[in-house]
Nanobody, 121 residues
């Protein structure tokens, strides 16, 4: 069992930054990932990190603007989001997986409740 708690969401203006955190309990995972879901849209992959190797994977929409990082001592993964635009508005979810990173939400085992990110124009 893995329990995931996201934090750090909020309201920010276009061009601003936010840092999301995901604290994981338990250790039945190797990878932690971030997904997001905007109203009326399907959930989409943002970024993921293999916590053992430090290897990161990004969606094209995130690459160059978002940075994922991890702290194994705290079982926490972070998502630093810069140059935010209204298109980034969504609920951001953290998810865990027992093996390597994947861009497919069906590959992840446990999910957090999500944190709302709203970017105003």
């Amino acid at each position: 069992q893995v329990h995931l708690v996201e934090s750090g969401g909020g309201l920010v203006q276009t061009g601003g930054s936010l840092r999301l955190s995901c604290a994981a309990s338990g250790r039945s995972f190797n990878s932690l990932g971030w997904f997001r879901q905007a109203p009326g849209k399907e959930r989409e992959f943002v970024a993921a990190m293999n916590m053992n190797t430090g290897t990161a994977r990004y969606a094209d929409s995130a690459r160059g603007r978002f940075t994922i990082s991890g702290d194994n001592a705290k079982n926490t993964v972070y998502l630093q989001m810069n140059s935010l635009s209204p298109g980034d508005t969504a609920v951001y979810y953290c998810a865990s997986r027992r093996t390597v990173t994947s861009p497919y939400d069906s590959d992840y085992d446990y999910w957090g409740q999500g944190t709302q990110v709203t970017v105003s124009s």
